[in-house]
C-alpha cells in the first residue's frame, strides 16, 4: 500500500511540476494550437518528460524499497532491524517466586555468520540466555534449556519485559517482537522494516553486479551469450521454418479454392491453440531438444504466417488484378508483380505478431525443459533462489523482445513504404 | 474488318434462392475504330457489367463480341482499362507504372523508356517520375493511369468512371486531356460515367442505358467531343444545343430513378 501511494505521489507531482511550471513555453507548432484536444487521437502525443520520469521512478521505488547504495540512506525505507538488543522474561515455577532472566539477541544480516554472544548466567532459577538471528528471519530461543528446572518439571514463561503473556500471543520488544509459541517457548521475530527482503527483491545493483559476473563466468555451463544466443537461434530457425511453409500455404490458400477448403478447417482449428499447449505434446514426441523447441515455434509461426499471407492474398483490389491481366500481364507475373508486393504489408504484420508470439514460446518451452536458454537460466535459478539472476533474465528477455519488434518495424518501414497507401 | 461489335449481348445472375437479376438484354452495338461513346445511365442499368464484359472480366449468358473480326475471350491487352482509383500499383514508382505493360512483354529496355518518356511528356508528369503513386494527388494518379494504359498502346481503352473521385477543377482539366489523347491517338474509346455533361462533352456517340433489364434505352450523335478537341470546354458548353440535350436527358435518367423508386415501393 505505501509503495503505492509513493507512485502515485510521484505521479501527481511530476505531473503538475512538469506541466505547470516547465512546460511553460512550449513551442507553437500545429497541434499545440488546437483548441480541441480531449479526444482528438492525433493531438495526443507521449510526453517525453512523462516518459524519462516514468523510467527513472521505477528504478527510484526499486531502490527505496531495497535499500540500494546507488540512493542515499535519507530516501531508504526504514530497513530491518541490525545490531543487539534485550528483552527479560519472567519464569515461574509451582512454589516459588517467578524468577526473571535477560535474553540477549544478535540481528544479524543474513550473508554474515553470527555466533550468539556469551553472557553471565545471572542469579535465580532463571539464566541469562541468548541467541543470534538472521534479518528476515525467526528464531525460537529455548530460554528455559539453561535454567535450572527445566521445561518438563513445570517451568513456564510467564510474561516478557513484564509484560503478561500466554501461549499464541505477543509482545512487542526493542527491535522486534516476542510470540510465546503453543508449546510455551518465545520465538524472537526482529523488525523487518519496510524494505523488501533481497530473497525476494534484490536492489538494482546486486542485479547489475550479478549481471556482470554471468556476463564473465557464464551460468551452468554456458555463457549469458550462449544461453540467449540459444533462444534468439531457436525463435529465428522456428520463424523461418513457419513462414517458409506458411506464407505459400497462405498464398495457395489465397488463391485456390481446392486449398481453401482443405485447409481452412486446419488453419482455423490451429489458429485458437496457443503454442503453450503444445509443449507437452512436443516433448513427447520430440523430446527437449533442440529439435523439439523448433518444431514448437515453426508451430507457432505457422498459422499465424499462413493467415497473414491469406489475408495478404484477399486483400488485393481487384482492381489492381484486373488492370495487370488488361496490360497483358500473364498469371505468373500477376503473382509476382501484384500479388506478392500487395501481400507484403500483411506479412509484416504477421511476421511481427509471429515474432512476438515465438519469443514468448521459447522462453515458456525453456522453462519447462532446456539445457541453455534465456528461460531454462531464470527457471533454474529461482530453483535457486538466486531472485537476481531471475531479475536479470526477465529484464534481457523483455529488452530482446522489444528490439526484435523494433527490427521488425524497422525492416517494415525499409521494405514496404507504400503500407496503408493503397 | 476493324471495330468492336457487341451482338445481342445478355448477362443474367442467378441469385441464391431462384431469383434473377437481368443485368443486361439483347444488348448490340457496333463501334467503328476511333469512335469514342460514352455511356450513361442510372445505377443498376448494367453499364459496368458491360464494360467487364468487353474487357473480358466476365463471360456473357449469351451473345457474342467481336473486335477486329476475332471473338473476345478473356482480358487482353488490345484492351487497355483505366479504373475510378487505387488501380495503380502503389509499390512501384510512376515510371515503373507506366511502364508495366511493355515490361510484361518483355519491350527492349530502350523501346520501352522511349515509350515511357514519351507519354509522361503527354500528361505532364516528367518531373515526378521516380515519384511514389501515393505521394501524387487523385489528378496526377489519373493521369498516370491514362499514361500506363496508352503505355500498351491497345486498340479500345474502357474507362470505368476514370474522373469520377476528381474534384471539378481537376476534372475539367482531364477531360480536355482526356478528349486530347483521343485526337491524337485515335484509339477506340468507351467511357462510362455519372455526369451528363460529362458524357456529352466527351461522347462522341452516347447511349443512355435504363435497368431492369439493362438494355439502351437511346442513342445519340454529339458534335461536342470534336468541338471540344480545338476550345475551351467552358465554350463548348454555351453551344445552343448543349443545354437542351442535358436537359433532356437529365429528365430521361431521373423518370428511371424514378420508377426504379417507384417499383420499390410497390414491391413493399
Not at chain 2, 60 to 88: W, Y
Not at chain 2, 202 to 217: F, K, N
Amino acid at each position: 500500500m505505501i509503495p503505492l501511494i509513493i507512485y502515485v505521489a510521484i505521479f501527481v507531482a511530476a505531473f503538475f511540476i512538469v506541466t505547470k511550471v516547465v512546460q511553460k513555453a512550449v513551442p507553437a507548432d500545429y497541434t499545440s494550437l488546437k483548441t480541441v484536444t480531449f479526444g482528438d487521437e492525433s493531438a495526443v502525443r507521449p510526453n517525453r518528460a512523462a516518459g524519462v520520469i516514468s523510467i527513472l521512478t521505477i528504478f527510484l521505488m526499486w531502490g527505496i524499497f531495497t535499500g540500494s547504495s546507488l540512493l542515499p540512506r535519507f530516501l531508504h525505507a526504514p530497513g530491518p532491524f541490525e545490531g543487539t538488543t534485550t528483552f527479560t522474561y519472567t519464569a515461574q515455577v509451582e512454589g516459588r517466586a517467578p524468577d526473571d532472566a535477560t535474553v540477549t539477541v544478535v540481528v544479524h544480516p543474513r550473508d554474515v555468520e553470527t555466533e550468539a554472544p556469551g553472557v553471565e548466567p545471572g542469579d535465580g532459577f532463571a539464566k541469562n540466555d541468548s541467541a543470534a538471528i538472521a534479518q528476515w528471519r525467526t528464531g525460537l530461543i529455548n530460554v528455559a534449556g539453561n535454567d535450572e528446572i527445566s521445561k518438563g518439571d513445570g517451568n513456564t514463561v510467564i510474561a516478557i519485559n513484564g509484560q503478561k503473556i500466554a501461549p499464541g500471543q505477543t509482545v512487542t520488544v526493542e527491535g522486534g517482537a516476542v510470540t510465546l509459541s503453543d508449546k510455551g517457548t518465545p520465538n524472537f521475530e526482529p523488525e523487518r522494516g519496510w524494505q523488501m527482503e533481497p530473497l525476494y527483491l534484490p536492489s538494482p545493483e546486486a542485479v547489475w553486479v550479478r549481471t556482470g559476473e554471468i556476463l564473465r563466468d557464464g551460468f551452468r555451463n554456458f555463457t549469458l551469450l550462449e544461453h540467449l544466443g540459444y533462444s534468439l537461434f531457436r525463435v529465428v530457425v522456428g520463424f523461418l521454418l513457419g513462414a517458409a511453409v506458411g506464407i505459400p500455404l497462405g498464398y495457395a490458400m489465397g488463391l485456390s479454392d481446392w486449398f481453401r477448403g482443405w485447409f481452412d478447417p486446419i488453419v482455423e482449428f490451429m489458429r485458437p491453440v496457443p503454442p503453450l499447449a503444445l509443449i507437452p505434446l512436443v516433448i513427447i514426441w520430440a523430446g527437449i531438444g533442440e529439435a523439439g523447441k523448433i518444431i514448437l515455434l515453426f508451430l507457432a509461426a505457422l498459422w499465424i504466417m499462413a493467415i497473414a499471407a491469406r489475408s495478404g492474398v484477399s486483400g488485393v483490389k481487384i482492381s489492381k488484378v484486373h488492370a495487370a491481366y488488361s496490360l497483358g500481364a500473364s498469371k505468373w507475373q500477376i503473382m509476382r508483380y501484384v500479388i506478392i508486393p500487395n501481400s507484403l504489408p500483411e506479412i509484416f504484420t504477421g511476421a511481427r505478431v509471429a515474432m512476438g508470439v515465438c519469443w514468448g514460446t521459447v522462453v515458456a518451452a525453456e522453462l519447462v525443459a532446456a539445457e541453455q536458454g534465456a528461460g531454462m537460466m531464470i527457471m533454474t535459478a529461482s530453483k535457486f533462489q538466486n531472485t537476481d539472476i531471475v531479475i536479470m533474465g526477465i529484464i534481457l528477455i523483455g529488452v530482446i523482445g522489444f528490439g526484435i519488434d523494433m527490427l521488425m518495424r524497422w525492416a517494415e518501414r525499409l521494405l514496404v513504404p507504400w503500407k496503408g497507401k493503397g | 474488318m476493324t471495330g468492336l461489335s457487341i451482338k445481342n449481348l445478355s448477362m443474367r445472375f442467378e441469385l441464391p434462392g431462384g431469383d434473377h437479376v437481368q443485368a443486361l438484354q439483347d444488348v448490340s452495338l457496333d463501334l467503328k475504330a476511333g469512335e469514342l461513346l460514352s455511356v450513361l445511365g442510372p445505377s443498376g442499368c448494367g453499364k459496368t457489367t458491360l464494360l467487364n464484359i468487353v474487357a473480358g472480366f466476365l463471360a456473357p449468358t449469351s451473345g457474342e463480341l467481336i473486335l477486329n473480326g476475332h471473338k473476345i475471350k478473356g482480358p487482353d491487352a488490345e484492351r487497355g482499362m483505366v479504373f475510378q482509383q487505387g488501380a495503380l500499383f502503389e509499390w512501384m514508382s510512376v515510371r515503373e507504372n507506366v511502364a508495366f505493360g511493355p515490361s510484361m512483354k518483355g519491350t527492349p529496355k530502350k523501346d520501352k523508356d522511349a515509350t515511357v518518356n514519351h507519354l509522361l511528356d503527354v500528361v505532364g508528369l516528367q518531373d515526378f517520375k521516380e515519384k511514389a503513386v501515393y505521394e501524387l494527388s487523385g489528378g496526377m494518379q489519373q493521369r498516370v493511369a491514362l499514361a500506363r494504359c496508352l503505355a500498351n498502346d491497345p486498340d479500345v481503352i474502357l474507362m470505368d468512371e476514370p474522373l469520377g473521385a476528381l474534384d471539378a477543377l481537376t476534372r475539367e482539366k482531364m477531360q480536355s486531356l482526356v478528349l486530347k489523347l483521343w485526337k491524337e491517338t485515335g484509339k477506340t474509346i468507351i467511357l462510362i460515367t455519372h455526369s451528363v455533361e460529362e458524357a456529352l462533352l466527351l461522347g462522341e456517340r452516347l447511349i443512355v442505358m435504363a435497368p431492369r433489364p439493362g438494355r439502351i434505352h437511346k442513342e445519340y450523335r454529339l458534335p461536342f467531343a470534336e468541338l471540344g478537341v480545338n476550345a475551351d470546354l467552358r465554350e463548348v458548353k454555351k453551344h445552343p444545343e448543349f443545354g437542351p440535350r442535358r436537359e433532356e436527358i437529365l429528365n430521361m435518367i431521373w423518370d428511371m430513378e424514378e420508377e426504379i423508386m417507384g417499383g420499390k415501393e410497390d414491391a413493399a
